[in-house]
């Protein structure tokens, strides 16, 4: 790879009800990438957009963000809920014509393999769906959310992208793989009782390139808890993905 071809952004997805700021907290290895976090419309950092009403229309719309930023080669970085988006991002940024070098998807099982069942989260009070989602979901700030004005924003947009996630969780139960070319870094936690290994493995199926499956340390939301380890991960990940 030449030095000019090096891959030093990485673009960000966060996970159901998170923004960008998420990723303003990561350290930033020495001679590594920037991490550079999209927000989705309807979201704490974005309240006067419109919401997406599918994670493929979500994507379509992050599109332009992206390739007006991206500067070179760059990798996508998707964390649970982001890491749909950023397999939908980088289906329409290769059919674009400006595919990622590398696309990272964490904390997420394969689409084939999302576990769904509406009745999950459907038709409860908002105490009731966070301590759903909580269950589900173990290792998020349940503290946090005890705030009444932090709850009060945070659960309309939670519940909105668990809509999407459950939309596409259906439509995705029985549809073949489509795969992208881009080569995908595939990781979950040890401790992770949603997104497991088994299921993230079917990744594989989703990319014509190479494709590598990780277990780390941590639950759910190792991304948050463990960014030091993670981001140093990726730095040396990218220090060896040729760029196209």
């Given amino acids: 790879m030449a030095a000019t071809d090096r891959i030093d952004q990485v673009f960000c997805l966060p996970y159901a009800g ?113 301590a759903a989602f909580a269950e589900r979901y173990r290792g998020m700030d349940v503290e946090l959310l005890a705030d009444p004005a932090i709850r009060g924003l945070v659960t309309p947009v939670l519940r909105k992208d668990v809509a999407l996630y459950g939309d596409y969780a259906e439509a995705h139960h029985s549809r073949p793989p489509v795969p992208v070319a881009a080569d995908l870094l595939v990781i979950n936690g040890t401790e992770d009782i949603t997104a497991t290994a088994a299921r993230a493995e079917r990744w594989r199926d989703y990319s014509t390139g190479a494709v590598e499956c990780l277990e780390v340390p941590g639950d759910h939301f190792f991304v948050d808890k463990r960014s030091a380890e993670l981001t140093a991960l990726l730095a040396e990940r990218l220090g060896r993905i040729p760029a196209r």
């Avoid at 980088?90 to 590398?102: K, Q, T, V, Y």
């Fill in 18 to 130: 998170g923004t960008s700021m998420i990723f303003t907290k990561w350290p930033r290895p020495v001679g590594g990438p920037s991490w550079r976090g999209l927000d989705y419309p309807g979201h704490l950092l974005t309240m006067r957009q419109p919401p997406a009403t599918s994670i493929p229309q979500l994507a379509a719309g992050l599109l332009p963000r992206l390739l007006d930023q991206a500067d070179g080669p760059y990798a996508l970085f998707g964390v649970s809920l982001g890491a749909l988006v950023g397999y939908e991002l980088a289906r329409a940024a290769e059919a674009a014509g400006r595919p990622p070098a590398l696309l990272v998807l964490a904390a997420c099982p394969a689409p084939c393999q999302l576990p769904w069942g509406p009745e999950y989260f459907s038709s409860q009070d908002d105490g009731a769906f966070l």
